[in-house]
């Protein structure tokens, strides 16, 4: 396997990894296994127009067409793709990575996210083995924030004041204007573009991105995070961070208000997530974790209204946006504060949960350690689709094998902090004898 080829993404450091010389080759690759234009966009990193650049060469060279979109956040192209009629698009992208690495996102029809299953694998191939289409292809460039801000924007009415950190990401290029449209007065924090990162790392979930926002914060409603590409968001409330847990909640309760189906969150998620689900009238469903599953998950089934997962990845089909959007989630909490909505985190029970222990396990061990699991844990509920996830009276526990480290993740939760004590020693005791 390539080293920067993973489960639905390609990503590696540039230009070590990843040059414009990969690029090109990437390109030639993508062009050959593609027959139909090919919808193309990039991040803000200092490096993402060359690398661009370069892939678009190796497309056309496959006489395959391009249209190009620019510097846009990754659910721009998703939209633009779905909408203009695109069977396929990729973003070059590396996401929350910092400055120095570079990647590529792909995507099918209607926002389908691309996994090794449905396309990824035979993509690497045709890179490994160079068998390459040649032609001559052309490049369109097309400008899509205008349609994207309208079609957002129409959505939602929210008349709040809020605070946005950008993390000098590309979410800048359209977000401001977006959340003006929906009725919000806005302070922008570190919104200039910038590769470099220079202030943090464009990611929602980390420390000082979250401290970064609070310093300029003053008596706004709402704060807003967002990630480097725009496809997640995290939010801050009263001055501290909200829960991906609470936010999976939060926004199941409003989606199920007008559009009643199946909700489906990541096996991590808190009980919390199936409880509010149930009680507003909608069908729990999990999902293993990682983007594509759930993407996977959304496309094979026209009940899914809602989609989230713990990493602040929100997906939107009952809103016709079937795709990972952090600037939708960011309309969509505006519009929660606005209706008093988040209020409801009041009365959220607090269930007691442990950090993802990450436990060093040898590749060979990996399968034997989940196995080991089921036999301790035989007499209990278990879920196999992603590792093992064991239902217990009183709470429950995840043991799953990392696909990217010699590690073993393991994380539980509980009715009560005894309940969640006595379940991760029992659980973390039977991984660590058998790796």
Known sequence: MVEFFHAYDLRGKYPEQISEKEAEKLGKAYGTYVDSNILVARDGRTHSPKITQAFIQGINSTGTDVTDIGMVPSPVLYFAADKLGYDNGAVVTASHNPSEYTGFKYTLDEGLAMSRENGMKEIEEIYEEESFSTGEGSVEEKDI??????????????????????????????????????????????????????????????????????????DEDLGILFDGDGDRTGFIYKGDYIGEDEVLALFSEKILENDKGTVVHDLRASKLVKEKIRESGGRPAESRVGHTFVSEMIHSDPEVVFAGELSGHYYFPSLGFPWDDGILAACLMCEIVNDDDIKKLEAYPDYPVSPELRIDCPEDRKSTVVEKVKEEFSGYEMNDKDGIKIEFENGWALVRPSNTEEKMSVRCEADTEKDLEDILKRVETVVRDNC
């Open 145 to 218: 924030k205008e349609a994207y801000i309208d079609a957002v924007s129409s959505k939602f009415d929210a008349n709040i004041d809020v605070a946005i950190n950008y993390g000098n990401g590309v979410t800048s290029v359209v977000a401001p204007e977006i959340l003006e449209k929906i009725g919000c007065e806005v302070k922008n924090v570190n919104e200039e573009v910038d590769g470099e990162f220079p202030n943090h790392l464009a990611d929602p979930t980390k420390e000082k991105a979250q401290k970064a926002l609070k310093r300029e914060m003053t």
